[in-house]
Structures are given as C-alpha cells and as structure tokens.
C-alpha cells in the first residue's frame, strides 16, 4: 500500500509539472535575465523560510506538550506542502503528514490537529496585518478593487471561523463534540441522498473533537506560548517580502515601499483564497496586474512575477518531492483520514 500510494503521489507530480511546464519554461528563461547574485540572496531567504516555517511548527507543538525535533518538523512540513500542492484536499491531505507521524510516535492525533490548525489561523494572522498596509497604500492610490476587497473578506471570514472554533473548544469541549457530531450527521445524510455509503462516524467525530479540546486546555493554560509563534507567523511574511523586494533588485525595476507591500499583499492574497492548487496561474496574473497598477511597466512587473513563483512556489515544490520521499521511505503514509 505504501508503494502504491507513493507510485500515485508521484504520478500526479509528472503530470502536475508537465501540465504547468509552460510556466516553468518562462521561470527558467526569465531567471536567467535577471541579477544571479540577488537571485541566489532571494534562494537563501528561501531556505531561512522554511526553516521558519519549521520553528512555528516546533513551538505550536510544544504549547501543545507534544515535542518533535526541528530537522524532521522541517521535512514533515515540505511533504505536507507538496502534497496539498499536487493532491489538493483542502489541506487535509498534508495534515496526514503531521498527523501519521504523531500516530507512529504515540502522540495525539487530536493535538496533532490542534497544531495544524494554529499554524494555519497564526499564518492568516500575520498576513491579515500585513494585508491591512497593503490595502491602505491600495485605497491611497486609488487602486483598491472588489476583487482585492472580496478575497480579503473571504480570508477574514475563513479565519474568524477557524478562531471561533478554537475559542468554543477551549471553553466548552462538550459544544464542540456536539459541532462535529452534527456536521458528521448532515455530511452522512449528503452521502445517502447520493446513494453511498457513510464515510464518516458521527461517534469517532466527536470523540476525535473531545481530544482536539483535551489539546486546547493547553492553550487555554499558558496562552503566553503562542507569543512567540504569532511572531514567527508574521517574520514569515516578512521574509517573503524581502523575496519579492530582491526580485526587485535582480531586475532592476524602480520601486517604493508602498508598491513591495501592496504588490505582495495582492500575491498572497490569492494565493490563500485561490481555487487552484497554491495559486497556480491566479498569482501571476493577480500579482502582475498588481504590479502594473502600481507603476510598474508590464514587461518588468512579468519578470518579478515568475521570478518570485519559481523561488517561492517552484523551489518549495521540489524540495517536498524529496521531503515526500524521505517521509515515505520510512513508514506508511495515508493522504486522507476518516474519524
């Protein structure tokens, strides 16, 4: 099973590339016109990325009283990015990651969970700061649009839900148990009306919500931990930015303050809310005609754009296919959970 399972993830990577291989001959012909020495600068500030990403995951875990090292956070966490990016499931499928590892380890599921759901809702907190700069330098310039403004809604929205979930488990496990149960209940009566069979428990639902509460008493203990990975969430973004500001500078393109934090905040925010998997083909055309509405002339705004994807999109990307062989060399992975 674990054979196949990687003989399939590995197939949609093929096809996933090959589908997209016209973006990623532009990366490479673009790439090459650029600056290499902030280009390669723009590689490092990649890596330090990851390896932020690797610390918000170490301390949101040891909050929780689980403990895992950062060097395996670092590779759990590329896997769970690149399968979410070739298998999308709505992040579930790269939750597996973290929630097998836990299963193999002894540790809770349920707290596993409560880690990825921190992360993801610490993430949209950090980037909501940052979002609210860039639609005031939108709204400034007169460039603030019901396309910016419907994404940002949508991400508040998805984030307050995510919080109000988080703050109901803290308070009252027994409510939450009660959420999941109907919401099993409501998912099992969509299955029968389609004429299949029940695919999830209504009873291992909301016993799994009571060990996501267990997990949240935690938190509610020693909030004064999650200190550290909300600015971990926010130096994230930071790091990005300084991505996109090297692209900048690799190809030399006039620029101000404003325009690096508007410009990222328009790629960000779709590639949050977008459809497609990370944002693929929605980013570079939102980011592009971002840049463009902010002065930038098209041809230059085109160049920082493919740019910033193959470092921030293409290079994560490969660096999982390897995360994802390690992970799975090792023991069994499932890229979906039924409780």
Do not use: H
């Given at each position: 099973?674990?054979?196949?399972?990687?003989?399939?993830?590995?197939?949609?990577?093929?096809?996933?590339?090959?589908?997209?291989?016209?973006?990623?001959?532009?990366?490479?012909?673009?790439?090459?016109?650029?600056?290499?020495?902030?280009?390669?600068?723009?590689?490092?500030?990649?890596?330090?990325?990851?390896?932020?990403?690797?610390?918000?995951?170490?301390?949101?875990?040891?909050?929780?009283?689980?403990?895992?090292?950062?060097?395996?956070?670092?590779?759990?966490?590329?896997?769970?990015?690149?399968?979410?990016?070739?298998?999308?499931?709505?992040?579930?499928?790269?939750?597996?990651?973290?929630?097998?590892?836990?299963?193999?380890?002894?540790?809770?599921?349920?707290?596993?969970?409560?880690?990825?759901?921190?992360?993801?809702?610490?993430?949209?907190?950090?980037?909501?700061?940052?979002?609210?700069?860039?639609?005031?330098?939108?709204?400034?310039?007169?460039?603030?649009?019901?396309?910016?403004?419907?994404?940002?809604?949508?991400?508040?929205?998805?984030?307050?839900?995510?919080?109000?979930?988080?703050?109901?488990?803290?308070?009252?496990?027994?409510?939450?148990?009660?959420?999941?149960?109907?919401?099993?209940?409501?998912?099992?009566?969509?299955?029968?009306?389609?004429?299949?069979?029940?695919?999830?428990?209504?009873?291992?639902?909301?016993?799994?919500?009571?060990?996501?509460?267990?997990?949240?008493?935690?938190?509610?203990?020693?909030?004064?931990?999650?200190?550290?990975?909300?600015?971990?969430?926010?130096?994230?973004?930071?790091?990005?930015?300084?991505?996109?500001?090297?692209?900048?500078?690799?190809?030399?393109?006039?620029?101000?303050?404003?325009?690096?934090?508007?410009?990222?905040?328009?790629?960000?925010?779709?590639?949050?809310?977008?459809?497609?998997?990370?944002?693929?083909?929605?980013?570079?055309?939102?980011?592009?005609?971002?840049?463009?509405?902010?002065?930038?002339?098209?041809?230059?705004a085109a160049a920082v754009t493919l740019a910033y994807r193959g470092v921030t999109f293409w290079v994560p990307l490969l660096i999982g296919v390897l995360s994802f062989r390690m992970v799975s060399g090792s023991k069994k992975i499932d890229t979906a959970y039924t409780y």
């Amino acid at each position: 099973m674990r054979k196949f399972i990687f003989f399939a993830i590995i197939s949609l990577t093929v096809f996933f590339v090959i589908t997209n291989f016209t973006e990623v001959q532009s990366i490479s012909d673009t790439i090459q016109n650029g600056d290499w020495r902030f280009l390669l600068l723009a590689l490092i500030v990649e890596f330090l990325w990851l390896l932020n990403i690797a610390l918000s995951y170490k301390f949101i875990f040891r909050s929780l009283g689980l403990n895992e090292r950062i060097p395996k956070l670092l590779i759990l966490s590329s896997a769970a990015n690149f399968i979410n990016v070739v298998a999308p499931t709505g992040g579930i499928g790269g939750m597996a990651v973290l929630i097998d590892n836990a299963k193999q380890k002894g540790d809770s599921s349920g707290r596993t969970t409560v880690a990825g759901v921190l992360f993801v809702l610490l993430d949209y907190i950090g980037f909501l700061i940052v979002l609210t700069l860039g639609l005031i330098v939108l709204f400034r310039r007169n460039n603030l649009g019901s396309a910016e403004l419907t994404a940002s809604a949508i991400l508040f929205i998805v984030a307050l839900i995510m919080a109000t979930l988080l703050v109901i488990g803290m308070n009252s496990p027994r409510t939450l148990s009660r959420i999941f149960y109907n919401a099993t209940t409501k998912l099992n009566q969509v299955f029968i009306s389609l004429r299949r069979k029940k695919r999830v428990s209504a009873i291992n639902s909301s016993r799994f919500a009571y060990e996501i509460a267990n997990g949240l008493k935690e938190i509610r203990r020693k909030p004064e931990r999650l200190i550290i990975p909300a600015g971990l969430a926010l130096s994230s973004k930071l790091l990005l930015i300084c991505i996109l500001l090297l692209m900048f500078f690799a190809f030399d393109v006039s620029f101000s303050v404003g325009t690096i934090i508007a410009g990222f905040s328009i790629g960000y925010l779709f590639f949050v809310v977008s459809p497609t998997p990370a944002g693929l083909g929605i980013v570079e055309g939102a980011l592009t005609l971002g840049l463009v509405s902010l002065n930038v002339p098209l041809n230059q705004a085109a160049a920082v754009t493919l740019a910033y994807r193959g470092v921030t999109f293409w290079v994560p990307l490969l660096i999982g296919v390897l995360s994802f062989r390690m992970v799975s060399g090792s023991k069994k992975i499932d890229t979906a959970y039924t409780y």
